[in-house]
Structure formats: structure tokens, C-alpha cells
């Protein structure tokens, strides 16, 4: 028999879904190149990330944005850096992700601008905006507004795109941050669909959307999740998020046409759970995690992008990119994936599972609506308490081995990496000079402008932010004046205000059962007797714009559990924010946690600000993602003890800075 007429065999294959990697850095012309490069390799898509000044609404020479220009993205500072960015590149014929969420209206003002330029309607163009802000008080710490604020902002942005972007999806929510941040399936699914009903409701509130357009509304509103490595729990997990989210839209939007209440959704896989002990592990992570979000045709991806084996360690190169692209490739074009119907259909295994989880996610989405919505669940600390408390469990199960990591807390033996040896460049190198250039061409940009236009547009935006006006028209005008991403964020800000999001450290202490806290708190007790302090006081500090607290709030929680006391002021702090909170506080240990690559220029600041004040002799420790060379450099600096993904035992870590502070005081 012809092959083609088995049993069961779709007539014709399934599309493949759309494949990207998630590509920026050093500044719009190098990822132009890359952009290129990838689309050249048969990439079908772009996503495209930029860098943190960018995401919080600074320009590169702002003094928050100081070692952080081009350093986890592309830097975008106004109109001449997004046609650098897209130069050559037909954005009427691409499908591009833009991971942008407080300034999302204004990164799609400068994306329209640049298509109408290159000679295309905005109606033509298609992609998606994330615009998720509320995951970012949780998780990625990149918000700038009040909530109330930034679901403006994002039903503004979702009604414009209704008219003139019909083919554009103006929001993206985001459970994979969720996950990230410690969510169990459950948590993911039930918090990610409030977000979603926030701003359903947002739109349907607003007065700018007829309630019969809600069903293309709906129809628009995709979403953006995480696979872990448990990959049938998480088609189990895809399958409930489509049947709960056809339900709510429903009954909740009253939308009647079941395409229009097709859950959509693209993933990237779980980046976090890469590790940087025996990396070459982290390809297998990623296939069976790509699996998760591919194997069921009935809850299959429509965007698929992958992260490099060498996350854990740095930057990625063109060539790792590479290599994530063509697993895809591999799974959709040489295996027989897309030829069948849904191989979970009838199954009494993925049936149980997938009711369980309705379950357990209608049950937290309930609640948080009897909260008032998920906005009031921010502002209470209740969601961002939950997630702390649920990653707390996470690592405690990581610790004592019963979550079991190959390579990590299992099976540690290991023969030397070729990925990482000694002379392998294992990962892409920022320039140093990319941030001065940057710095150095957008205050050239202000001063080739006309100013009069400049401040016209921007006295616009603030009246129109006043009142219950569309932003967009306003944001349209700034992009065209010349105004620069941190002006547009800085006259929102003097009208809207900024905000700080609870830090979750009210959470549960998890490690109860660790038998060695005992003896740590005994330690913490002795030290703090012998300083003749009532209790040794620890400083954790983010400095600069890196919103990726999971870790620190970790060792927070932990170090509080062990009988620290914790002062933690969360996110996006100066120097000498941080400085001038170890003096008042009087601390015993300053430890720092930098995520994004910034370190060699965010902790020297720190150490020469304590130097300045007098503390030259407080002790600081450093955790992040740090490569061994940039390590040595730190510890010649000045720092006590540097911290990396491969310290994963919490307990140990805080041991370590009982064990700092005794030496930093000349005690045995």
C-alpha cells in the first residue's frame, strides 16, 4: 500500500507553524545583519528583543540604562533606529514579535511608521505586540506604569489596531514569565486567563469598541506561553488553556463563532531551566520541550521559537541560533508530525489530566476575580506572593532531589564540555563601545531635530493622557516629531506616575525541612552574638534596570528563613540608591543580583560608592549570569564571593554569606 493512504493519515500535511528565534543586540544595525541571516537560513518569522532601557522607557545616555545598552536586546531610541533595525527588510511580508510591553504602543508607532515609509498600509502588516503588562509586575519587573494606567495604554493600542491593524494582535499574554517565576500549571493557566479577562474587559470598557466587534477582539488577543520538560503535562496544560479560554470568551464576551474563540498561541521554551553545569544538556531539554507544544494537533503552537543550548551562559551566537532553528526545521519537515489528526484524541490518560487542570486553573481564576481582578491581585501582593511561595517549593524539591536536574543536583559527573573549553568563545561578545556610540548618536538625533515639533507633540500626548483620549494619534505624532523612547515614557510618567510592585517575600518559607538551615541559623546566631549585632542584616540590591528577581528574592526569602534580617527594596535601583540603603541600614553584607550581563560595570559602581562613603570595608556578593573571566575580574575588584546558576543549593549559598561576613570581620 502507498504509504500516504495508511490509516489515519491526514489528507494532506498540517502547516508547519511559524519558526523564530528571538534575536537583538548591540544596536539596530547588527541585528539587522542577524535578522537577515536567520530569514536567509529559513527562518519565517522575526522576534525581535530589545534591550532594557528600551523595555523601561530610558534612552541609552539615561543613568539607569549604564551597562545595559544593547546588552539582552537591540537598543531603539527613536524613528532612525527602528529603519536601521528593519532596513531592506519588507515588513508587509514578514510576521514579526515584538517582545515590548510598558512602551508597546510606542515601539508599534515607530514599526507603522517605518512600513508606511517603505511604501506599505498599516493594514497589511502582521505580527504581534506582547503588551502584557501584568506579568511584568510579577515576573520580568519591565513595567513603568500603575497598572490602572498601562491597561489604558493597552486597550488604546488594542482598539487603534482594530481599525487600522486588523491583521496585527495588539496583545500577547504572557504565562511563560508566569512559569518562570515559579507557576505550576495549575497557577500558569488560571493567572494568565485573568490577565486575559483584565484586559477583555479593559477593551470592553473603554467606550471605544462597539460590543459587536468583541469577538474580533478576541479574535486578535493571542498568547505567549511556556513548555517545560514535563512534556505531556504540558500538552495536557495546552489542551485545558483552549478548552477554559472557549468557555470565557463564551459566556463571559458573549462571542458565538468558534474561530473566533480559537485559542491562539505561540512559545518559546523554558529558558530558565537551562543550565550551565554540563550545558550540552539543554539541547535535549529543548527538543522534548518543543514536543510539548508540537505533538497534539488539536493544541498545537502557531509560532514556535527556541532558545540557544548556551542561554545559561551568556549572550548566543548567529551559530547557536542556528542550531535551534534547524531542530525545528528537523521536527516539521523530516518527521511525519504533520501528517496525522491529533494523537491524543480518546486518550483516557490526557483526559484526566487535562480535567484536572480546568479544574485547579477555574478555581484560581475565580479567585482572583473575587479579588476585584487580577489588577487588585497585583496591587494586594497576592499574586506575586503565590509565585515567590510556588518557585520557593520548586527549589526546595531541586535541593533535596526529588525534582531531579541531569547534571545538576544528579548524574554531576561529567567528562569536560568541547562546547566550553578552554579558548571556545561559547557565547556572543557586546562591544563596550556600543553604549557610548548610542549614547553619543541620540544626542546627536535632539540636536538635528526641530525642537518646537518636538515639544508640541509631546505638550500633545500629555493633554491627550489627561483625558480618556486614544494615545495612539498623540504617539503617532511623536514618532513623527523626532521624540525619543524616553521622552514618550517621560511625559507619561509625569502624568501617570510610576510605580513599584510588591516583592512576594511575604511568601511561606519552603525549606522547613532542609535539615541543614538548622544549622546555618545557628551560625547566623552566633556571628551575629559575636559582632554584638541582634541579628546580622543583609542588603539584597538590583542595581540598574534588570527585572529578573526570581533568584534574588530566592536567596531573600531563604536568608530571612534562616534568620537574616532582609532588607530588599526590589527593583531598578541606582548605585547610589543601593549605597545610601547599606549606610542607613547599617548591613553586615551587601549582595548584589545582576541578570543581565551588566555586571562589570553595575558592581564596580557599587563598590566605589561604598568606598566613597566610608564602608569601603562592608562586604559584597555578587550572583548572575556570569562567565568565569568576567568572575575573576569581579573578585579583583573587590567582591567576596561570586554566584551562578551552578550554586543552585540555597542553603549552602546562605552558609557562604554567614561564612563572608565572619571573615570580613577577622572572625574564626
Avoid at 359 to 385: D, F, I, P, Q, W
Amino acid at each position: 500500500m502507498d504509504e500516504k493512504g495508511l490509516p489515519g493519515r491526514l489528507p494532506e500535511r498540517d502547516r508547519p507553524w511559524v519558526m523564530r528565534t528571538y534575536a537583538g543586540h548591540s544596536s539596530a544595525a547588527a541585528t539587522n545583519a542577524l535578522f537577515r541571516r536567520n530569514l536567509a537560513k529559513g527562518q519565517t518569522g522575526l522576534s525581535v528583543a530589545f534591550d532594557l532601557p528600551t523595555q523601561t522607557g530610558y534612552d541609552p545616555d539615561h543613568e539607569l540604562a549604564v551597562g545595559e545598552v544593547g546588552r539582552v536586546g537591540v537598543p531603539v531610541a527613536h524613528l532612525g533606529d527602528m529603519r536601521a533595525l528593519f532596513d531592506g527588510i519588507p515588513l508587509a511580508r514578514m510576521n514579526t514579535s515584538m517582545t515590548i510591553n510598558a512602551p508597546a504602543m510606542w515601539l508599534l508607532a515607530l514599526y507603522g511608521t517605518v512600513a508606511t515609509e517603505q511604501g506599505w498600509t498599516a493594514s497589511m502588516l502582521a505580527g504581534t505586540t506582547q503588551n502584557d503588562i501584568i506579568k511584568e509586575y510579577l515576573s520580568r519587573g519591565t513595567h513603568i506604569f500603575p497598572p490602572a494606567a498601562s491597561l489604558r495604554l493597552t486597550a488604546d493600542v488594542v482598539a487603534h489596531a482594530l481599525e487600522a491593524m486588523p491583521r496585527w494582535n495588539p496583545v500577547n499574554i504572557c504565562s511563560y514569565h508566569l512559569q518562570e517565576a515559579g507557576a505550576t500549571p495549575v497557577q500558569e493557566v488560571g493567572f494568565a486567563l485573568a490577565t486575559a479577562v483584565a484586559v477583555l474587559d479593559a477593551v470592553r470598557d473603554c467606550g471605544q469598541v462597539p460590543a459587536e466587534r468583541m469577538g474580533d477582539v478576541v479574535q486578535r488577543l493571542s498568547f505567549f506561553v511556556n513548555a517545560g520538560v514535563r512534556f505531556v503535562e504540558e500538552v495536557a496544560k495546552m489542551r485545558a488553556f483552549g478548552a477554559l479560554w472557549d468557555e470565557i470568551t463564551r459566556d463571559r464576551y458573549g462571542v458565538t463563532d468558534p474561530k473566533q474563540r480559537r485559542f491562539r498561541y505561540g512559545v518559546q521554551v523554558n529558558s530558565l531551566g537551562l543550565t550551565e553545569a554540563q550545558p550540552e544538556n539543554n539541547i535535549q531539554r529543548i527538543v522534548l520541550e518543543m514536543l510539548g507544544v508540537t505533538l497534539s494537533r488539536d493544541a498545537r503552537a502557531r509560532a514556535v521559537q527556541l532558545p540557544a543550548w548556551n542561554e545559561a551562559l551568556g549572550l548566543p551566537r548567529p551559530w547557536d541560533q542556528q542550531w535551534s532553528l534547524r531542530m525545528q526545521q528537523v521536527l516539521a519537515y523530516e518527521s511525519d508530525l504533520l501528517e496525522y489528526p491529533d494523537l491524543f484524541a480518546g486518550s483516557h490518560v490526557m483526559t484526566a489530566l487535562v480535567d484536572g487542570l480546568v479544574a485547579g486553573a477555574r478555581t484560581e481564576l475565580e479567585k482572583v476575580l473575587e479579588m476585584g481582578g487580577v489588577v487588585a491581585a497585583v496591587e494586594t501582593g497576592y499574586l506575586k506572593s503565590a509565585l515567590v511561595a510556588s518557585l520557593a517549593q520548586r527549589r526546595h524539591r531541586m535541593e533535596v532531589g526529588s525534582d531531579v536536574v541531569v547534571g545538576v543536583n544528579r548524574f554531576t559527573e561529567t567528562e569536560p564540555s568541547p562546547l566550553t573549553a578552554t579558548g571556545a568563545e561559547a557565547i556572543e561578545q557586546v562591544d563596550p563601545a556600543v553604549e557610548a556610540d548610542a549614547a553619543i548618536a541620540v544626542r546627536r538625533w535632539r540636536a538635528e531635530r526641530d525642537a518646537a515639533a518636538v515639544d508640541a507633540a509631546l505638550a500633545r500626548l500629555q493633554a491627550d493622557a489627561a483625558s480618556t483620549t486614544n494615545l495612539m494619534p498623540a504617539t503617532l505624532a511623536c514618532v513623527r516629531a523626532g521624540v525619543t523612547t524616553g521622552e514618550w515614557a517621560g511625559a507619561l510618567r509625569q502624568v501617570f506616575g510610576e510605580y513599584r510592585a510588591p516583592t512576594g517575600l511575604t511568601a511561606t518559607a519552603a525549606a522547613g525541612a532542609d535539615p541543614g538551615l538548622a544549622a546555618v541559623r545557628q551560625r547566623v546566631v552566633a556571628t551575629a552574638r559575636d559582632l554584638g549585632a541582634g541579628r546580622l542584616r543583609l542588603l539584597v540590591g538590583k542595581p540598574g534596570l534588570d527585572g529578573h528577581s526570581n533568584g534574588a528574592e530566592q536567596i531573600a526569602v531563604r536568608a530571612r528563613d534562616a534568620g537574616f534580617e532582609v532588607i530588599y527594596q526590589g527593583i531598578r535601583l541606582t548605585a547610589g540608591q543601593i549605597v545610601a540603603a547599606a549606610v542607613e541600614e547599617d548591613v553586615d553584607l551587601v549582595g548584589l543580583s545582576v541578570l543581565s550581563g551588566s555586571h562589570l560595570a553595575a558592581v564596580p559602581a557599587v563598590l566605589d560608592g561604598l568606598r566613597a562613603a566610608g564602608r569601603g570595608d562592608l562586604p559584597v556578593v555578587v550572583g548572575g549570569i556570569i562567565p568565569a573571566p568576567d568572575a575573576e575580574q569581579l573578585r579583583a575588584a573587590g567582591v567576596a564571593r561570586v554566584f551562578t546558576p551552578r550554586d543552585f543549593a540555597l542553603t549552602g549559598v546562605v552558609d557562604e554569606l554567614v561564612t563572608v561576613i565572619r571573615e570580613a570581620n577577622g572572625l574564626t
